[in-house]
């Protein structure tokens, strides 16, 4: 590879790195307010007018909080687990497109893919990272010694795996109509017809698992407060903490992400807008659906949760598989 | 082929290194005053009995086998998803009477009772 190329896709990563966290700070205060609306309240307002500057006021107060390290937690898990949570789903967005081929308004001479690399196997390689991301969860449950996060990290662990199946189930619907596990190709393909339409029950599913996978409410016994304290980072302080909310949160915009390429028809739209001022405004409306779910459902029980994966989403999904490769069949 | 998991490998590097150069800096600039109730495990107040290094319900074990068989089986189903118009009628019976046999170990463990938790 030229040095010309290398320096291009620094570029690149620098540009989706530091839009990403912008975007996971604001997102806190997007979360906030919404649901501050929705109960009726105001949310934050004094950093700046309407409370703008309040994530940036968070972060540098969480960075200059003192560090924490109880004595009988394990030091190297202890400091290993928000790192480890939070690697993996930042490289969810090294292969997540923002956009088709663009020449971004007339700026450069030849268009340009507007993500950091594509591969041939672009969603096998999202679950494999959102799947090592249940390892930061448990060491970092485990490492503390601390028995509400043991419990809290052990909770999270089985739920997250088995919602996990059901996660990667209800994408194939998808795969079985496009053929390619090429997220730009997969977008190309519903230029007549957005996904969701072939795929109501699969979206339902992504939509639920996804919900689950992030630890969102109605999903979020691992850290549920009122039993738990905050389950697996009950010990955690200072840029450590921020570190496994960045997580949260960029997960949070992985999956809208995903949903939006996978189910939404990407950045396809009326060409009265870019494609990716539309990618955008999918992907928000996708935020906004998962935080209004939190303003809207109470917690459910544990032997609920299991429940409901385990019997009803998991045979669902096969159903909704199996139904889909007949249809192909059929009009085939 | 090869040269698309360069960058990939690049942000991997440019990640791990923020991860770690964050956590050591909040570290070394956060005030230090540890004090002997700082530093004890936050348990609602309760001065902790013993440690967490306690034995955990076998559901947890158990959830964690049904796991792998199921996330395997989704591993072989991906190339099968995206050659699935190649393959045709005789693909879709193939997967069907693959995904059975794993779905009567589902039924089985469900007919034991082992996905109840009460």
Same mark, same amino acid.
């Given at each position: 590879?030229?040095?010309?190329?290398?320096?291009?896709?620094?570029?690149?990563?620098?540009?989706?790195?530091?839009?990403?966290?912008?975007?996971?700070?604001?997102?806190t205060?997007?979360?906030?307010?919404?649901?501050?609306?929705?109960?009726?309240?105001?949310?934050?307002?004094?950093?700046?007018?309407?409370?703008?500057l309040?994530?940036?006021?968070?972060?540098?107060?969480?960075?200059?909080?003192?560090?924490?390290?109880?004595k009988?937690?394990?030091?190297?898990?202890?400091?290993?687990?928000?790192?480890?949570?939070?690697?993996?789903?930042?490289?969810?967005?090294?292969v997540?497109?923002?956009?088709?081929?663009?020449?971004i308004?007339?700026?450069?001479?030849?268009?340009?893919?507007?993500?950091?690399?594509?591969?041939?196997?672009?969603?096998?390689?999202?679950?494999?990272?959102?799947?090592?991301?249940?390892?930061?969860?448990?060491?970092?449950?485990?490492?503390?010694?601390?028995?509400?996060?043991?419990?809290?990290?052990?909770?999270?662990?089985?739920?997250?795996i088995?919602?996990?199946?059901?996660?990667t189930?209800?994408?194939?619907?998808?795969?079985?109509?496009?053929g390619?596990?090429?997220?730009?190709?997969?977008?190309?393909?519903q230029?007549?017809?957005?996904?969701?339409?072939?795929?109501?029950v699969?979206?339902?599913?992504?939509?639920?698992?996804?919900?689950?996978?992030?630890?969102?409410?109605?999903?979020?016994?691992?850290?549920?407060?009122?039993?738990?304290?905050?389950?697996?980072?009950?010990?955690?302080?200072?840029?450590?903490?921020?570190?496994?909310?960045?997580?949260?949160?960029?997960?949070?915009?992985?999956?809208?992400?995903?949903?939006?390429?996978?189910?939404?028809?990407?950045?396809?739209?009326?060409?009265?807008?870019?494609?990716?001022?539309?990618y955008?405004?999918?992907?928000?409306?996708?935020?906004?659906?998962?935080?209004?779910?939190?303003?809207?459902y109470?917690?459910?029980r544990?032997?609920?949760?299991?429940?409901?994966?385990?019997?009803?989403?998991?045979?669902?999904?096969?159903?909704?598989?199996?139904?889909?490769?007949?249809?192909?069949?059929?009009?085939? | 082929?090869?040269?698309s998991?360069?960058?990939?490998? *690049? #942000? @991997?590097?440019?990640a %791990?290194? &923020?991860?770690?150069?964050?956590? /050591? =800096?909040?570290?070394l600039?956060?005030?230090?005053r540890?004090?002997?109730d700082?530093?004890?495990?936050?348990?609602?107040?309760?001065?902790?009995?013993?440690t967490a290094?306690?034995?955990?319900?076998?559901?947890?074990? *158990? #959830? @964690?086998?049904?796991? %792998?068989? &199921?996330?395997?089986?989704?591993? /072989? =189903?991906f190339?099968?998803?995206?050659?699935?118009?190649?393959l045709?009628i005789?693909g879709?019976?193939?997967?069907?009477?693959?995904?059975?046999?794993?779905?009567?170990?589902?039924?089985?463990?469900?007919g034991?009772?082992?996905?109840?938790?009460?």
């Amino acid at each position: 590879m030229s040095f010309a190329g290398l320096v291009f896709i620094l570029i690149k990563i620098v540009v989706v790195f530091a839009l990403l966290m912008l975007t996971v700070a604001y997102l806190t205060l997007l979360e906030r307010k919404v649901l501050a609306h929705m109960q009726v309240r105001v949310g934050p307002m004094f950093a700046g007018p309407h409370g703008i500057l309040q994530p940036i006021a968070d972060g540098i107060k969480l960075f200059f909080k003192e560090d924490i390290v109880t004595k009988q937690a394990d030091k190297f898990f202890y400091f290993l687990s928000p790192a480890l949570s939070i690697v993996p789903v930042l490289l969810i967005f090294a292969v997540i497109p923002f956009g088709d081929k663009s020449d971004i308004f007339g700026l450069l001479k030849e268009p340009i893919d507007l993500r950091i690399t594509g591969l041939r196997i672009d969603i096998l390689f999202i679950f494999a990272m959102s799947g090592l991301a249940t390892y930061g969860v448990v060491f970092g449950g485990w490492s503390q010694n601390n028995k509400y996060a043991l419990i809290g990290g052990l909770r999270e662990a089985a739920q997250l795996i088995s919602y996990e199946v059901a996660f990667t189930l209800s994408v194939f619907g998808v795969v079985l109509i496009a053929g390619s596990l090429q997220l730009d190709k997969i977008v190309a393909m519903q230029k007549d017809m957005w996904f969701i339409v072939y795929q109501p029950v699969g979206f339902l599913i992504f939509l639920t698992a996804a919900v689950a996978e992030l630890k969102r409410t109605p999903f979020d016994l691992p850290e549920a407060e009122s039993e738990l304290v905050a389950g697996f980072h009950a010990d955690y302080s200072s840029m450590k903490f921020a570190m496994f909310f960045m997580a949260e949160y960029a997960s949070i915009v992985a999956c809208s992400c995903l949903g939006t390429i996978l189910f939404l028809g990407g950045w396809l739209g009326p060409s009265f807008l870019p494609p990716f001022v539309w990618y955008m405004i999918k992907v928000f409306i996708l935020i906004f659906v998962i935080i209004w779910l939190r303003g809207t459902y109470p917690r459910l029980r544990y032997d609920q949760l299991m429940k409901f994966g385990w019997k009803f989403l998991i045979p669902l999904s096969f159903v909704n598989i199996f139904v889909t490769a007949i249809v192909i069949l059929l009009v085939r | 082929m090869l040269a698309s998991y360069v960058p990939i490998l *690049i #942000f @991997a590097i440019i990640a %791990i290194l &923020f991860a770690s150069v964050t956590l /050591f =800096m909040s570290n070394l600039i956060g005030q230090k005053r540890p004090s002997e109730d700082k530093l004890m495990p936050y348990e609602c107040g309760n001065i902790p009995v013993g440690t967490a290094r306690e034995r955990f319900p076998i559901r947890f074990y *158990i #959830f @964690a086998m049904l796991f %792998i068989v &199921f996330d395997v089986e989704v591993a /072989f =189903m991906f190339p099968w998803a995206v050659l699935f118009k190649k393959l045709g009628i005789l693909g879709f019976v193939e997967m069907v009477v693959f995904v059975l046999i794993l779905l009567l170990g589902l039924l089985y463990v469900w007919g034991k009772g082992a996905l109840e938790w009460e």
